[in-house]
């Protein structure tokens, strides 16, 4: 399939080699578009990491960006998302990005759209880029990842990047902890096992901290944000009994004193900064399996030779 859209549809050997090829570009490696191509980038929600770290893959491999800004696109007249997108694919757009807001968004698309689309995150469904460049970043640091727990923490139910990470952190052999206030535990999610906070901060190799989804919350938290941080957030006391080697990983935006202290954001252990890093090699990766895909399909090639 051309499309990436989530990391269950990826095997094991695939999201290997797409984190030996983002390592390959993290030291290095050059690779250009062999043709003139197009990509758009559709965001439907705000994104600050995603999008500039797309952006800034795009150009490292010499891809053609087309502007797109959703609020000042014809969606704001009602066009729908598959016809914004087959638009795009008429004029001869080669691949899309699109983060979207609905959950699954890309089922009505996958069979329908011949353009390789990368799932950039769905509403509460998958993040498989975030998902990859958390992943590049534990592999760097312990080389493998079956016998590594790994505590996610916070918000569950409404995180994508829980759903996509304990999914796939479960096949390559780690053990998923969850740690979060009953009202966001996610039933349908059985691929970790739920634990007091305390308990996970000191069996955890790996602590990956979740932002509360304020914007996806029907009620408003019944926590104080004070009260949260020392409930549910990762306190300098807490820190203190982390394992020597364990790190901290958060897919940000950060809620600092939240979900995390603000001076462990930094800290040593962190990798917050190296996640973001990791994130512009993935989206290299991801782009150029999604470049040569495209490229058999041909559309980037529609009605014009250079
Ligand atoms: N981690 C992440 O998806 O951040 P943005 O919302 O800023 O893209």
Redesign the pocket.
């Known amino acids: 399939m051309a499309h990436l859209l989530t990391l269950t549809d990826l095997s094991l050997a695939e999201i290997t080699s797409l984190l030996d090829e983002a390592e390959e570009f993290s030291e290095g490696k050059y690779w250009r578009a062999p043709e003139l191509f197009f990509v758009a980038n559709l965001f439907f929600e705000?994104?600050?990491?995603?999008?500039c770290s797309f952006e800034v893959a795009e150009r490292k491999l010499g891809l053609q960006v087309i502007p797109f800004d959703a609020d000042m696109s014809s969606v704001q007249k009602g066009e729908t998302l598959y016809d914004t997108i087959r638009t795009l694919e008429s004029i001869g757009v080669g691949a899309v990005v699109v983060r979207h807001p609905e959950d699954q968004y890309f089922e009505a698309l996958r069979d329908s759209i011949a353009i390789p689309i990368i799932n950039a995150?769905d509403g509460c469904g998958h993040?498989p880029t975030?998902s990859l460049l958390d992943l590049m970043t534990i592999r760097q640091e312990f080389g493998a990842f079956r016998g590594l727990t790994v505590a996610i923490v916070g918000d569950i139910r409404h995180s994508r990047v829980a759903r996509s990470n304990a999914e796939v952190l479960t096949r390559l052999g780690a053990t998923v902890l969850f740690a979060s206030p009953d009202e966001w535990k996610d039933d349908t999610n059985q691929y970790g096992t739920y634990v007091d906070l305390d308990e996970a901060v000191q069996e955890a190799d790996v602590i990956m901290l979740l932002r509360i989804q304020h914007e996806r919350h029907e009620e408003k938290m019944g926590l104080a944000r004070k009260q949260y941080h020392e409930r549910y957030g990762l306190t300098v006391e807490r820190a203190k009994r982390m394992k020597d080697r364990s790190i901290i990983l958060h897919?940000?935006?950060v809620n600092r004193d939240v979900e995390i202290a603000s001076c462990l954001v930094e800290c040593m252990q962190s990798r917050i900064f190296k996640q973001m890093e990791n994130g512009v090699y993935i989206r290299m990766a991801v782009l150029k399996r999604a470049v040569e895909r495209g490229m058999e399909n041909g559309n980037h090639l529609k009605k014009w030779q250079v």
């Open positions: 705000p994104s600050t990491r995603t999008k995150g993040h975030q897919p940000a935006p």
